[in-house]
């Protein structure tokens, strides 16, 4: 089964500078893709940026972009300027993509990581 | 991006008695739609997957005959929650798959917060 980890509860950041959070998983397949979810205090899920596994280029949405380190097992989430908007938690998620495999289409989620942002 | 919405967006019921929730995908079909549940400040928990016109398949450790899930349409799946007690207390939200023109993305309604008294 693929597990995924975010190994920081609670992250911290000054508007307008630049935080990553972090995100593992452990999978032995090779066909995925790799999500990060935005739920604000409203809980309504958003989806921020995903990641094709076979894409060796890392993926950038605005001010929100990803490292992703396929060996490593690797999908940091990088904002710039951060907003005040930004405060949310942030979740990491993972995706088979393999069709006949029984967790294909599921999302497993990380437990999160809550961002506040300071002005 | 498509739009999912949930019903109702809170409810509280007695203990014993059964609570329905809907999931409607507005703009697009969905073959696949999903029922998490999240307590405060954890994860999303997968609690089944809703498929149309077949049964769900539950995930280990979740009750079917307790979460009855219905996909009678491919924009419509209801989650009942049957004889809930206040440990079904929680914050339900689902997600329909929208595999159309090749976009194969997750939407997810607003959530529902149960409170079982």
């Known amino acids: 089964a693929q597990t995924v980890t975010q190994s920081q509860p609670e992250m911290s950041v000054q508007e307008a500078e630049t935080v990553t959070l972090s995100c593992t998983y452990d999978t032995s397949e090779s066909d995925y893709y790799l999500f990060w979810y935005k739920q604000p205090p409203s809980r309504q899920m958003i989806l921020v940026i995903r990641?094709?596994?076979?894409?060796?280029q890392n993926a950038t949405e605005n001010r929100f972009s990803v490292n992703f380190q396929k060996a490593a097992k690797s999908f940091s989430l990088k904002i710039s300027d951060s907003q005040l908007g930004d405060a949310a938690m942030y979740f990491c998620?993972?995706?088979?993509?393999?069709?006949?495999?029984?967790?294909?289409?599921?999302?497993?989620f990380g437990q999160g990581t809550i961002l506040t942002v300071h002005p | 991006g498509a739009v999912v919405s949930q019903h109702p967006s809170r409810v509280i019921c007695k203990s014993g008695t059964s609570v329905k929730i809907e999931c409607r995908s507005l703009d697009f079909q969905a073959t696949t739609m999903f029922w998490y549940r999240q307590f405060p400040k954890q994860s999303l928990m997968l609690m089944a997957t809703?498929?149309?016109?077949?049964?769900?398949?539950?995930e280990q450790g979740v009750e079917k005959d307790k979460f009855l899930i219905n996909h009678a349409s491919l924009t419509l799946s209801t989650l009942t929650v049957t004889s809930a007690h206040p440990e079904d207390s929680s914050f339900y939200i689902c997600?329909?798959?929208?595999?159309?023109?090749?976009?194969?993305?997750?939407?997810f309604g607003p959530g529902t917060r149960l409170t079982v008294l």
């Open positions: 990641q094709e596994a076979y894409k060796q």
């Open positions: 809703s498929n149309e016109g077949s049964k769900a398949t539950y």
């Open positions: 997600s329909a798959r929208d595999n159309g023109g090749g976009s194969d993305t997750q939407y």
């Open positions: 998620a993972y995706r088979s993509n393999n069709a006949g495999g029984t967790s294909y289409g599921k999302l497993t």
